[in-house]
């Protein structure tokens, strides 16, 4: 595995490696891997002859600071697990200043999906999200890159990006990744004190209580609102809990096909996100 930290450098392989006729593919990260991220490189297998991974903790998508300093870094034992895979070519671990050069400048904000569930209260992270990965697609020339539906807003807002720029790179979505009791896996999980470990189960078995309730036909609005006080009763400052359009992330008046439940909400500073298919 090649690790590489100069765009120069990164460039000089893409490039040979698109001469010799290979699709690349790409898994975007901040590091401290996971399962997930796992699925997300095996997602490529078949459909990449060459896989990059890259890790950066981008700044710009923390709305706070503590969060960007607590974000658990582990650079070794992330190259290490990389390695031991045998599956990726490159692993890409940039440094700031290539990233954001002095005087930086330049945002990409994607309207239709920067301000609602997860951007109403983290200002400015879908912004730092859309800029980043803008800049990976370039760097990496990209073919095709896998991102997870556990983050279903990101995901959109890829969709979206990619479409309005015409970035030449396919986007596969890849199915949450969940522990053996249900909680979505997530780097944040490692913050997790085991008292709010246990706690955050309730996260996911809420959600699919709701999800069961709707599917029977119960009405949106008492599903909702039983799923609220389950969390709070179980600890969890809820942010938001709604059913919303899978495609365009517009509030759904009823549970239907391509209609998905979404959550976020807190156990302590610790935030958790996660969303199921109604059907
Ligand atoms: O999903 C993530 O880990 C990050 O948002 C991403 C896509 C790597 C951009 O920093």
């Known amino acids: 595995m090649h690790i590489i930290t100069s765009p120069m450098a990164l460039k000089d392989l893409v490039t040979q490696w698109h001469q010799q006729g290979e699709r690349i593919g790409l898994t975007p990260t901040m590091g401290a891997l996971h399962d997930g991220h796992l699925a ?20 710009t998508q923390f709305n706070n600071a ?3 300093h607590l974000y658990p870094r582990q650079h070794e034992a992330d190259i290490a697990l990389l390695q031991k895979t045998g599956e990726v070519d490159a692993l890409y671990i940039p440094h700031k200043e ?13 309207s239709q999906f920067d301000t609602m569930l997860c951007g109403a ?7 730092g999200v859309a800029t980043v990965v803008t800049k990976l697609f370039l760097q990496t020339q990209a073919d095709i890159a896998a991102f997870g539906e556990k983050d279903y807003q990101q995901l959109c807002l890829i969709r979206r990006l990619v479409k309005d720029l015409n970035i030449p790179v396919e986007i596969l ?3 949450t990744q969940r522990e053996v009791d249900g909680l979505a896996l997530s780097s944040r999980n490692r913050r997790l004190t085991p008292e709010q470990r246990r706690q955050a189960t309730q996260l996911p078995a809420a959600l699919h209580a709701c999800l069961i309730d709707l599917r029977h036909q119960h009405p949106l609005s008492e599903a909702l609102a039983r799923c609220h006080t389950t969390l709070e009763k179980a600890g969890f400052i809820v942010h938001y809990l709604d059913l919303r ?3 365009t992330l517009e509030i759904a008046e009823k549970a239907e096909p391509h209609t998905r439940l979404f959550v976020a909400a807190s156990l302590g500073n610790i935030r958790l996100i996660d969303n199921m298919p109604i059907f």
């Not at 209260?121 to 912004?127: S, Y």
């Open 98 to 110: 290539d990233m954001y050069p002095q005087g930086f400048s330049t945002k990409i904000f994607v």
């Open 245 to 247: 359009k899978e495609e």
């Open 173 to 175: 979505a890849v199915p």
């Open 66 to 68: 503590e969060d960007f």
């Open 121 to 127: 209260d983290r200002p400015g992270h879908f912004e």
């Open 40 to 59: 997300l490189i095996r997602a490529l297998t078949g459909k990449a002859s060459r896989k990059i991974v890259t890790l950066f903790v981008n700044p």
